[in-house]
């Protein structure tokens, strides 16, 4: 146990004082009532409580004021509590295919729907990050729990240009609590090799990592690598297996109609592809799971699914408040007791 306030635990010295006055005038009361009657008669005009119970009302009355001096100290206990560690990083598609309005109004703002939706949904205490992607990833807000703060994000994602969506999953799966150092892999990451100074190793997060999970919307096209050496499919194999040997699970959201769809964009006419496959391929490896945009019950399984991972753990928690309740139990006996036994409270 810790203190806040261990100064006031000085004041603690003045109970074997207290107790010392008090036992020097308990004996100056007896021997003044032995003054003034004959000891033989006494008990006859006196109706004398149990002394058990009058001490018992007196060590109940220091043990009050024992509990007030140590609370007044503000202790700190260590105490096990079950705490949400859920973690959960939103990765929006911010590509011009998103732009498709073969979902009304449109892939892009159906996503941005979906996303907030979960946030509105899932508990509080819940940790969410937001990540939108095109060509690159970029970080929008890193985990909180923040809700005004992720849903004025969410609001603001807008369109840009092509897709990666290995890079999203990479970029989220190090925005998770524990991750932040893992090193990236490196056949996403090319200009590694590239670099003549040889750089410092990334710490790796120690001990047990905390749940994490990726909520991916996107329409599943992925046209852009980091590496242009690799197949589109192998780097998203990497990039799931990334998240796998990290213990993040992706869960992807496709968000399109079978087929694609042409769409007029500035004034353009393009065939925009749906590619679910993709998004399957990588929940698949990561122990995710694959979702339809149009299936509710899905989306609200997801919430209870990733919005609650509950863990014991230790917590230094301020107890004056415990230590304040048991001195007016304390006090209250010792009351309770005085009445009955001598018609008077202490």
Do not use: C
């Not at 008090?22 to 021997?31: G, L, N, T």
């Not at 849903?151 to 799966?173: C, F, W, Y």
């Amino acid at each position: 146990m810790s203190f806040l306030w261990p100064k006031f635990l000085w004041f603690m010295l003045l109970i074997p004082l207290l107790m010392l006055m008090y036992w020097y005038a308990a004996r100056r009361r007896q021997s003044s009532s032995q003054k003034f009657a004959d000891s033989h008669l006494l008990g006859k005009l006196i109706s004398r409580p149990s002394k058990a119970l009058l001490r018992l009302t007196t060590i109940m009355q220091f043990l009050a004021l024992t509990a007030l001096l140590i609370a007044a100290a503000r202790p700190q206990a260590t105490i096990p509590l079950q705490v949400n560690k859920a973690a959960v990083v939103i990765a929006i598609d911010a590509s011009r295919s998103m732009l498709a309005d073969d979902v009304e109004p449109s892939r892009l703002a159906k996503a941005i729907e979906l996303a907030e939706q979960f946030v509105n949904q899932v508990p509080s205490s819940t940790q969410i990050g937001l990540v939108s992607f095109s060509d690159v990833a970029s970080v929008l807000v890193p985990p909180t729990t923040d809700r005004d703060l992720l849903k004025d994000a969410i609001s603001q994602v807008e369109a840009a240009q092509n897709t990666s969506l290995a890079s999203a999953v990479v970029a989220g799966v190090r925005l998770l609590p524990g991750r932040e150092g893992v090193t990236p892999p490196e056949e996403l990451e090319p200009q590694a090799f590239q670099d003549p100074q040889p750089q410092a190793e990334p710490e790796e997060p120690a001990g047990e990592l905390a749940p994490g999970s990726m909520l991916i919307f996107s329409d599943g096209v992925s046209n852009v690598s980091n590496n242009p050496e690799l197949a589109g499919e192998v780097a998203l194999d990497i990039a799931a297996r990334f998240a796998r040997d990290n213990k993040v699970n992706l869960y992807t959201i496709a968000v399109g109609k079978s087929g694609g769809t042409v769409a007029n964009i500035d004034g353009q006419d393009y065939f925009i592809p749906f590619e679910p496959d993709n998004l399957e391929r990588l929940a698949d490896f990561s122990d995710g799971r694959s979702l339809d945009a149009d299936n509710e019950d899905d989306i609200l399984a997801i919430v209870r699914e990733l919005g609650r991972v509950m863990r014991w753990e230790l917590n230094d928690m301020e107890v004056s408040s415990l230590l304040s309740g048991l001195a007016l139990v304390f006090m209250m006996g010792a009351a309770y007791l005085s009445l009955r036994l001598q018609r008077r409270v202490p």
